[in-house]
């Protein structure tokens, strides 16, 4: 996919500068470090998941034998 980008002059310039000493694009510099990102991001979600999974593991909820929900009984104002 093309994206379109705005940065300042001095950035793209400092960044083509560095990706070319290291054999290297901007485009290649941003693709990566987007991947980074992804990768971080996905790292997050699977860290949460493994805690509720861990949390779910220590919750007990007892209910009582042939107990229904009932819509109305839960919505009923007290």
Wanted: net charge positive.
């Amino acid at each position: 996919m093309n994206i379109t980008l705005s940065a300042p002059d001095a950035t793209v310039l400092a960044v083509r500068s560095w990706a070319a000493a290291n054999h290297t694009s901007l485009n290649q510099f941003i693709r990566d470090r987007l991947e980074e990102k992804v990768a971080e991001l996905q790292a997050e979600r699977n860290q949460k998941a493994d805690e509720f999974a861990r949390l779910i593991q220590t919750v007990h909820i007892r209910v009582p034998k042939g107990w229904k929900f009932d819509r109305e009984e839960a919505n009923a104002r007290r």
